[in-house]
């Protein structure tokens, strides 16, 4: 099973970005998006249900950014708009064996395989 996340950058603030998660060898119950921006503890982002596309959001990037998947091609997307500079992070990617509910989507500890990360830096 590999992650692999892709779409960081570089960008001005106020532009988007769009991350990708391909997941090879078989289809997840949730997947999800965290960030660890230099010198903080790794937070979540933003997850997403594979059955039903319901999803989670942090307040920190509700009505910014969209996750959503793509079943053909067993990927994810981030849509990262209105990009801050406080959104500079590594992002990373996981995927959890299970179907969680949606308030416990934000868990770290519930995801079982984890991306090799993409780092994405907004400049001001």
Not at 87 to 96: E, I, Q, R, S
Not at 114 to 123: C, F, K, R
Request: hydrophobic share 35%; charged share 15%; glycine share 12%.
């Amino acid at each position: 099973v590999q992650l692999q996340a892709s779409g960081g950058g570089l960008v001005q603030a106020g532009g988007s970005l769009r991350l990708s998660c391909a997941a090879s060898g078989r289809t997840f119950g949730t997947y999800g998006w965290f960030r660890q921006a230099p010198g903080k503890e790794r937070e979540f982002v933003a997850a997403i249900r594979w059955n039903d596309r319901h999803t989670k959001y942090a307040d920190s990037v509700k009505g910014r950014f969209t996750i959503s998947r793509d079943s053909a091609k067993n990927t994810v997307h981030l849509q990262m708009n209105s990009l801050s500079t406080e959104d500079t992070a590594v992002y990373y990617c996981a995927a959890g064996s299970r179907t969680w509910i949606v308030g416990a989507m934000g868990q770290q500890n519930l995801y079982d395989y984890w991306g090799q990360g993409t780092l994405v830096t907004v400049s001001s």
